[in-house]
C-alpha cells in the first residue's frame, strides 16, 4: 500500500457514515472524532520546537478556546531542549497532550511501538479537506489508524543561504551561487565591514540541524541519495565524495578564518539572533528563517535576501530530492483529552491555517495555491519559486512497501551521528572526516540489515531490495506509477 485517499481511507476505518452524524451536531471547521463534553475549563498542554507557527498555531488555539472552552497551555523549545524536556516528561508522567518529535532521535514507528503516541480522532470534515493521497501508510497512517497529519509542502530544501543585503550591497558583491563564490563573498564581508564581524556564523550546537544541512547541501553536490541512503542502490554511504566535498568546504571557512568563533556552541537561535545583529553576512537554514528574523529580530527583515542552491562549481546541477512530507504534531499516548486534541490538530486542514504559514514566512504550506493569498517576503516568496524548479520528490522504501515501517520500529540511533561528526571536526575531536564517515556508513548498514531481518522474525514481509529503486532517475519526480 503506498498511499491512501481521503474518501478511501473514510470509507476503511468506518468513519464516513460515523464522523458525517457528529459533523451535523458540531458546525466548527473541524471537530474531534468524539464529544469534547465536560472539558469546558481545562487545558490542554502543546510542546514544539516551531518557532515559525507560532502565529498561525495561536489563531487555532483562540479559536479553539472560542469553541470548545479549552484553553491551550503552549511552550515552545529550541530543537535540542524539546527532546530533552520530552524525556524528562516521560519519565515523571507528565508528557505535553501535543507535541513535536524534534531532537528525539528515534522514527515515528519506533516511538509508536514504545507507546508514546495513540492514533488522532479526526473526523470526515478535516479529513477532506486534505488533498489526495496526502496520507500514506508508514508515514502518517500505522495499522490503518493516523497518527499525525503533514501541514507542509514537501517540494523544500534546508541548505539555504541567507545573507544581510546591506553588507553584499557594502563589499559590492553579488549573491554566490558556487563554494568558490561564497568563499570570495564571505571574505569581501568580512573586510569591508570591519569590527566583530565575520563572513559566515553557523549552528553547531544544534547537531541535528548540521546534519539537516550537510544532508541538503550533498546533494547538489553530487550525492544522488537522501540521509545517505543512495536511491537506486539503497546503499549507506555517508562516506561519498559529495559528503566529503561539503564537509571540506564548510571547514575551508573555519580555517580561513571566516566563521564567527562562538559558532561550536551556538543552537538556531542563537545564531539566527546574532546573524541579524551584525555578526555575520551569512548564515546557512531552512526556508523558515525569515519567519524566525520577523518574530526575533523584526528590525533586520529588510535586509535579508538569499542567495541560490550552493554547488561546488558552475557544472553542478542546483537540484534537490525531498522525501514525503512527514506530520509534525502528534498525541500522546498519556494525553486524557485525544477527542479535544484531535479537534485542535484539526484545524491544520484549513486554508485559513495554510494561508497563516504562509504569512508566518515558515516552510512552505501544504497547500501551494493558498501562497498568492498571503502576504510574504521577497526573499522567502523567491525561494519557494526555486524549490518548485529545483526539488523533485524522492522515493521512499516504506511507499514501495509498507511493511519497511516495521523495521524502522527496529532501528536503534547510531552515535556519533553524521552531525556529531560534523561538529567534531570543526572542534578538531574528529581528525579524520572519510574514516569517521565510513565507521558510521557500517555501523548504520548493520543495523539497517540486523533490523530488516528482525522485523522478518516477527513476520514482516520485506527485503532489503526494498530499499533500492534502479529505476530511479535524475531531475525528475519520483512518482506513484514508479513503485514496482
Known amino acids: 500500500m503506498t498511499s491512501i485517499s481521503r474518501r478511501k481511507f473514510l470509507q476503511s476505518t468506518g468513519l464516513l457514515g460515523a464522523a458525517s452524524v457528529l459533523a451535523a451536531c458540531n458546525t466548527s471547521p473541524s471537530s474531534s472524532g468524539g464529544e469534547a463534553g465536560g472539558s469546558e475549563g481545562s487545558t490542554l498542554q502543546w510542546w514544539d520546537h516551531n518557532g515559525g507557527l507560532q502565529a498561525a498555531n495561536k489563531k487555532n488555539f483562540e479559536l479553539f478556546k472560542k469553541e470548545s472552552g479549552v484553553t491551550v497551555e503552549y511552550t515552545n523549545y529550541q530543537p535540542p531542549k524539546l527532546g530533552e524536556a520530552l524525556q524528562l516528561a ?98 569581501a564581508v568580512q573586510d569591508t565591514a570591519g569590527d566583530d564581524t565575520f563572513g559566515w556564523i553557523f549552528n553547531f550546537g544544534n547537531t541535528g540541524r548540521v546534519a539537516e544541512i550537510v544532508n541538503y547541501l550533498a546533494q547538489p553536490a553530487g550525492f544522488e541519495g537522501f540521509g545517505g541512503r543512495l536511491f537506486k542502490t539503497g546503499e549507506i554511504e555517508y562516506h561519498h565524495d559529495a559528503y566529503l566535498a561539503v564537509i571540506e568546504f564548510l571547514l575551508s571557512l573555519q580555517q580561513d578564518g571566516l566563521m564567527f568563533p562562538g559558532s561550536q556552541t551556538l543552537v538556531d537561535q542563537d545564531a539566527r539572533v546574532r546573524w541579524a545583529a551584525g555578526a555575520a553576512g551569512f548564515f546557512f537554514d531552512g526556508p523558515w528563517c525569515t519567519s524566525s528574523v520577523k518574530s526575533d529580530a523584526a528590525e533586520f527583515l529588510d535586509k535579508v535576501g538569499v542567495a541560490p542552491m550552493l554547488v561546488p562549481d558552475s ?33 491544520q486542514t484549513t486554508e485559513d491555517y495554510y494561508v497563516s504559514i504562509a504569512e508566518a514566512l515558515a516552510q512552505p504550506p501544504l497547500d501551494l495555491s493558498v501562497i498568492d493569498k498571503a502576504e510574504t517576503h521577497s526573499a522567502w516568496r523567491t525561494l519557494i519559486d526555486w524549490y518548485g524548479e529545483q526539488v523533485h520528490l524522492a522515493p521512499e522504501p516504506v511507499v514501495k512497501n509498507s511493511e519497511v515501517e516495521k523495521v524502522a520500529a527496529q532501528q536503534k540511533p547510531i552515535q556519533p551521528d553524521l552531525g556529531q561528526i560534523v561538529a567534531g571536526a570543526f572542534s578538531g575531536d574528529v581528525p579524520d572526516v572519510k574514516a569517521a564517515l565510513k565507521e558510521y556508513s557500517d555501523k548504520l548498514t548493520a543495523d539497517w540489515e540486523k533490523s530488516v531481518a528482525a522485523a522478518k522474525k516477527d513476520g514482516a514481509e520485506v527485503e532489503l531490495d526494498d530499499y533500492a529503486f534502479p529505476n530511479w532517475k535524475p531531475k525528475q519526480d519520483y512518482t506513484k506509477d514508479m513503485y514496482i
Do not use: C
Not at 513535536?100 to 488522532?120: E, T
Not at 525531498?322 to 484531535?342: D, F, N
Open 90 to 187: 516521560r519519565q515523571s508522567d507528565q508528557l505535553p497532550d501535543v507535541h513535536s518529535l524534534a531532537a528525539l532521535k528515534l522514527p515515528l514507528p519506533a516511538l509508536i511501538k514504545d507507546g508514546w503516541f495513540q492514533p488522532l480522532q479526526l473526523d470526515d470534515e478535516a479529513l477532506s479537506r486534505l488533498p489526495e493521497d496526502a496520507l500514506v501508510e508508514g508515514i502518517h497512517i500505522f495499522d490503518g489508524k493516523v497518527y499525525t497529519i503533514p501541514v507542509f509542502n514537501s517540494r523544500q530544501y534546508w541548505g539555504v543561504t541567507w545573507l544581510n543585503k546591506d553588507m553584499l550591497a557594502a563589499a559590492e558583491v553579488e549573491p554566490p551561487g558556487t563554494y568558490d563564490e561564497f568563499r570570495a563573498a564571505a571574505k
Open 315 to 347: 557544472s553542478a546541477e542546483r537540484v534537490a530530492y525531498k522525501v514525503i512530507q512527514r506530520g509534525v504534531y502528534h498525541l500522546s499516548a498519556s494525553s486524557t483529552m485525544p477527542a479535544e486534541a484531535s479537534q485542535l490538530i484539526g484545524y
